[in-house]
């Protein structure tokens, strides 16, 4: 039996032993799940080694479903696009379950926690070793049932719930597009397995669907266009792209842990991996193709300019995200597949670095989550600071730190791609100002200036805080991390990740643009940015400055702008939210109550009613009896009479 | 095959009604209810396991009628006591005998007025049903048809809540009018198919359309309001809110599946002419019962009222897979029907479990349940997530199956029915975030979790959901042949479409 199927299964076991036996285990759940994911970590690495040399493999695991022609298997289909993945996966899944034994320590719900991220381990696995596009679907619906579970861990709490809630729903409503993308490339091509999809995408590029046609308009797209599309909805709410994005800020809610893993390093990485894994559909569909590269590069910006005025330092960082991710769906929309996996390993790194230093922050404090309660940190948690320096660096991309080496090749292969790869180019550009702006600013009002924390801190008895450095499982994986996060970058370019992932996303054609810059000026103005963003943000929030206030007064605006997020929330919930319990509410009081259960119920009173009125000529008299007979008697005989002359 | 060398089918259906006799001489002993129940339950569970064998003894390569008995019952009319099986009436009556010990359970401490009668009416109940799916000679079929409805009536209308006497007749006139015309199309059938009531004779000749038109409408009454299809589904809430639990799990999960059963038994081999007519018909209200139900039970308050509703949502993707003819739809409406039947019904049983404790329903009263009732909890967060038909659970298999198959044939059709998945989430979530999560009440403040029968009653329910829900191949394979068959006796094209 091939190893393959451990890197999932050993989770699997994790999750059924600590999630069935849990009231057994009392705060000892990690005793079984944490040695078992680093198993299967260990296999995923050695296994990740190996794939320079083995060839690609399928292993079948079982029929799912077999119903006519329909043929649904489980199989674990092991490439360099799933090896590297699952490195990445594995390495942060690992340790980020080391990471929970200190953050989560002492919690009423640890080992329903243990249980619930080696499900999402295995279910995050086995989406991406899917074979095909249902099994696929499966792993991507089960994934966000873990993110649904771990947010609303901390149930008590209305925002959770809340949070969760909003995530499944919108995820849902993306997951609607996916599941309509399965139909329609079951019919196009009668078959979900990519094997079989991607040799025959040739044949139907000319293939069109009339849209219209139950309107009898006529609005023909292709076949193509329309299955990309689709799918790329169920992307557009995993990786949290607008208009499918307030789940992901709102999802902070949950444990810190969570975030890191779940909401930065992989689920939400789940559609740009479907995009790239799909990178054949993509290719021969163009008109998809341009709407997934605007919207990310539309989502990389408007997160960017959330990002630069929330106070809540989880919040800053899941906008961060959202950004990130825009990036990565955007150069796949242009066809640098190669590149956007690229981003998303490195993002996974520093992402995570970022989530759980964030993490040491908030558990250091106790549970404070707002950037400008902090501050001065830096001579309390000095590795903390440290690392979540690191991961700052990487996030602005300055060299030579990971996301340096990966958004640059983003913004290269943007600028190369035709005007319109040079009007996303400029986007990204100016995203990467805002960037490294919102990430230094974190830092500043974290790490540096006076202490904030001591002076309004009266819901704890005005002992103040004693901030302190945290546990050793906590640090450790802070540690590895940043480590990753310094050389993740330089490895990836050194040992040629584009050529390595070339067996399945072929490397885009490079167009240098006549007259327009040269690789290295590229490269340099992509770090001068950065260096720029870091600058303003010292000048705004390093040193004793008015200027953010006189900003947010004289721009109150686009202050609020940012600061409310776009109203996206306020939208939705006026739009989707209170409309769709209006509609139920009304449809039901007015329509199915008032009308459909009024005529029920008309017709039963209509019968009782009848049956009332003439129970009244039933008077038991014998002489109205014989009065009606003897006018029947007449009425028939005078009937009779005339109409048989007739 | 013989049980007790007596056939089997006859043994199934007979079984509960003869043994329900055994309870009658404890009528009025209120020291005796103990072993009452016990009894119940030792029958129902003798008939479950008696019923596995119909699954041992099946051959899935035949679509024929298996287990078959037949005897000439009354002669002069040339009406037959026939019964036998096939892979579609073999799952229904598994469901059905797996879902009575499970009703026994919840009326354990649920029912406490004449608990002998409550089992006699339930073990009656059970053979009636169960000759409902063996029949095949239609006297026969509408007898236990009929049969039915008189126990379930008595349920509702003696152990239901405050307005039981509206609802049991409401639910009984209403039922009842359905099936007179169906009985009018039984009589019309005998004398157009050559004097039998033999179903397996009836079906597969060619009626001409007009009376084919006037059959499916005539049927369409009887098994429409059964299912409910929209706009004849106002029964369905009235009569669950004022059932008991075990009323609503029986009505949920066995009696709404006999109008789908009607239609693919019926309607459709014996009239496929006027079922491809009216099929753009049909498809229209599936999916508007599909959207219209779950926006209603985005409105209820009720936990009973926001099932039910769900009930009417579920039973349209039922429909859409029937109409849509090929066998991806018609194998998902049947794994929709048994997986609604495992998942509405363990959902009812979970509001009794907290309607027991607390005597309420009111979503507003609860809260928290995470903290009070942690087994209960997660095992009503699977069936919630069965219900709104997650991958991995039972419920996504045969939606899948039927909204790939519609799709096929019709896809905007499919594409509306689609939203059904964003909808039941929003409603589902909701009565989650609100009985499960958040903190708790003065009416779940120190709730005691699980007791040893309502574990019996839901545990084998949660491993079935998951069962099928990974490896469902077992199940497609019992009925594989019957609806290829089935699908065999449904062509020619389509005449019309929503195309």
């Known amino acids: 039996m091939t190893p393959i199927i451990f890197i999932p299964l050993l989770p699997l076991i994790g999750f059924l032993v600590v999630g069935i036996f849990w009231p057994f285990f009392k705060g000892k759940g990690h005793f079984i799940a944490v040695p078992l994911m680093i198993g299967s970590w260990v296999i995923a690495t050695s296994e990740f080694f190996k794939s320079f040399t083995n060839p690609p493999n399928v292993t079948f695991v079982y029929d799912w479903i077999r119903s006519g022609h329909l043929d649904i298997g489980i199989s674990l289909q092991y490439d360099h696009l799933a090896a590297i993945m699952l490195f990445m996966v594995t390495t942060v899944a690992m340790l980020v379950h080391l990471y929970t034994i200190g953050y989560m320590h002492g919690d009423s719900g640890y080992d329903r926690f243990f249980s619930y991220i080696s499900l999402f381990s295995f279910s995050m696995i086995m989406l991406v070793l899917s074979n095909n596009l249902v099994e696929m679907f499966i792993f991507w619906e089960a994934v966000g049932l873990c993110s649904y579970l771990l947010i609303v861990h901390w149930y008590e709490r209305r925002p959770s719930w809340l949070a969760a809630n909003k995530a499944f729903i ?42 219209a046609s139950a309107f009898h308009g006529s609005m023909n797209i292709p076949v193509l266009d329309l299955i990309a599309l689709l799918l790329f909805l169920g992307a557009v709410g995993k990786s949290a792209q607008i208009p499918l994005h307030p789940w992901l800020p709102d999802a902070m809610e949950g444990p810190t842990p969570i975030s890191a893993l779940i909401h930065a390093a992989t689920m939400v990485t789940a559609g740009i991996f479907m995009i790239a894994r799909m990178n054949p559909l993509y290719n021969a569909a163009p008109f998809a193709a341009h709407v997934v590269a605007w919207t990310g590069g539309i989502t990389a910006i408007v997160a960017a300019t959330i990002a630069l005025t929330q106070p809540d330092i989880k919040k800053i960082i899941a906008y961060s995200t959202m950004s990130q991710l825009g990036y990565m769906v955007m150069v796949c929309g242009l066809g640098g597949y190669g590149a956007g996996i690229f981003h998303l390993l490195t993002h996974g790194a520093f992402k995570a670095l970022l989530f759980l230093g964030a993490g040491s922050v908030i558990h250091s404090l106790s549970g404070e989550q707002d950037v400008f309660r902090m501050g001065g940190l830096r001579k309390y948690i000095g590795l903390t600071f440290v690392t979540m320096l690191i991961g700052s660096l990487a996030l602005s991309g300055i060299p030579p730190f990971a996301g340096y080496y990966s958004k640059d090749l983003i ?57 302190h450095e945290s546990p050793w499982t906590m640090t450790v994986p802070l540690v590895l991390l940043s480590i990753a996060a310094v050389v993740a970058g330089w490895a990836g370019e050194h040992y040629g990740v584009l050529e390595y992932l070339a067996q399945e996303l072929p490397i885009p054609h490079q167009d240098p643009v006549a007259g327009g810059m040269s690789d290295s000026a590229l490269k340099g103005l992509s770090v001068g940015v950065g260096v720029l963003g870091i600058f303003v943000a010292w000048a705004f929030y390093g040193r004793e400055s008015s200027i953010p206030g006189s900003l947010a007064k004289g721009l109150s605006f686009f202050y609020k702008l940012s600061l409310y997020k776009w109203y996206f929330d306020e939208l939705y919930d006026l739009v989707f939210v209170r409309s769709s319990f209006l509609i139920g509410r009304l449809f039901w009081q007015e329509l199915d109550k008032g009308v459909i259960d009024e005529t029920v119920n008309g017709v039963a009173a209509f019968f009782r009613n009848s049956g009332l009125g003439l129970r009244r000529y039933q008077t038991g008299q014998l002489q109205n009896y014989a009065m009606v007979m003897a006018i029947g008697v007449f009425g028939l005989v005078a009937f009779y009479l005339v109409f048989n002359r007739m | 095959m013989t049980f007790l060398s007596i056939p089997i089918l006859t043994f199934l259906i007979f079984f509960p009604v003869v043994s329900s006799l055994l309870l009658l001489p404890f009528y009025r002993r209120h020291d005796s209810e103990g072993i009452v129940k016990w009894v119940a339950l030792g029958v129902t569970l003798v008939e479950f396991v008696v019923s596995l064998s119909l699954l041992v003894g099946q051959d899935p390569h035949l679509y024929q009628m298996q287990f078959v008995e037949n005897h000439l019952w009354i002669p002069f009319a040339n009406i037959h006591y026939s019964l036998g099986i096939d892979g579609i009436s073999l799952v229904l009556i598994l469901l ?28 009656v109940l059970e053979g009636a049903m169960i000759g409902v799916f063996c029949a095949t000679d239609f006297v026969l079929f509408y007898v236990f048809w009929e049969a039915m409805l008189i126990p379930m009536y008595l349920i509702i209308g003696v152990w239901g809540g405050p307005n039981r006497i509206y609802a049991a007749i409401k639910f009984f006139l209403y039922t009842l009018a359905g099936s007179l015309l169906l009985l009018v199309t039984i009589i019309a059938l005998y004398f157009a198919g050559g004097h039998t009531f033999d179903i397996g004779r009836l079906t597969g000749q060619h009626y001409g359309m007009t009376f084919q038109i006037l059959g499916f409408l005539a049927m369409f009454a009887a098994f429409a309001v059964k299912i409910p299809m929209f706009p004849f589904h ?212 120190a709730m005691p979790d699980l007791k040893a029968y309502e574990w019996g009653a839901l545990l084998p329910l949660v491993v079935l959901v998951i069962m099928i829900g990974l490896v469902p191949n077992p199940v497609l394979s019992v009925f594989h042949q019957s609806v290829a068959h089935l699908v065999g006796q449904l062509q020619p094209v389509p005449l019309a479409s929503l195309h």
């Open chain 1, 170 to 211: 919108m995820n849902r409503v993306g997951d609607f597009g996916f599941l309509l993308g399965i139909f329609l490339t079951y019919s196009t091509f009668g078959s979900v397995s990519f094997a079989e999809i991607f040799p025959a995408i040739s044949s139907h590029l000319h293939q069109t669907v009339n849209i």
């Open chain 1, 411 to 467: 913004l290269v292969t943007a600028y190369q791609q035709g005007p319109l790869g040079q009007i996303l180019w400029m986007i990204g550009v100016l995203t990467a100002v805002l960037t490294a702006f919102y990430s230094f600013r974190l830092m500043f009002l974290v790490f540096g200036g006076k202490e904030r924390f001591h002076s309004d801190q009266a819901g704890h008895g005005g002992h103040g805080i004693h901030p």
């Open chain 2, 96 to 123: 059905t005998t797996l879902l009575l010990p499970m009703t026994v359970l919840t009326s354990w401490s649920g029912i406490s007025k004449q608990v002998p009668l409550f089992m006699v009416n339930l073990l």
């Open chain 2, 234 to 445: 106002t029964w369905l809430p009235d009569a669950h809110v004022e059932a008991p639990t075990a009323g609503s799990v029986i009505l949920a999960s066995i009696m709404l599946k006999m109008g789908a059963y009607g239609f693919l038994r019926f309607s459709l081999p014996m009239f496929p002419g006027a079922s491809h007519f009216f099929t753009p018909f049909m498809l229209a209200l599936s999916i508007i019962a599909i959207i219209w139900g779950a926006f209603m039970a985005l409105a209820q308050e009720d936990m009973k009222k926001l099932i039910a509703y769900s009930s009417v949502s579920h039973m349209g993707v039922v429909t859409l897979g029937i109409f849509v003819f090929n066998t991806q739809g018609i194998e998902g409406a049947l794994m929709q029907m048994l997986n609604h039947g495992i998942t509405t019904g363990a959902l009812f049983l979970c509001i009794g479990v907290v309607y027991d404790r607390s005597h309420s329903r009111l979503l507003s009263e609860y809260g928290g349940l995470a903290k009070q009732m942690p087994v209960y909890s997660t095992m009503l967060v699977i069936f919630a997530l069965s219900s709104l038909a997650l991958p991995g659970t039972n419920s996504f298999v045969g939606e899948f199956l039927v909204l790939i198959g519609s799709f096929k044939n019709h896809a905007i059709a499919s594409s509306i029915a689609t939203t059904g998945v964003i909808l039941s989430a929003m409603y589902l979530l909701y009565m989650l975030s609100r009985v499960v999560w958040g903190v708790y009440t003065p009416k779940t403040y």
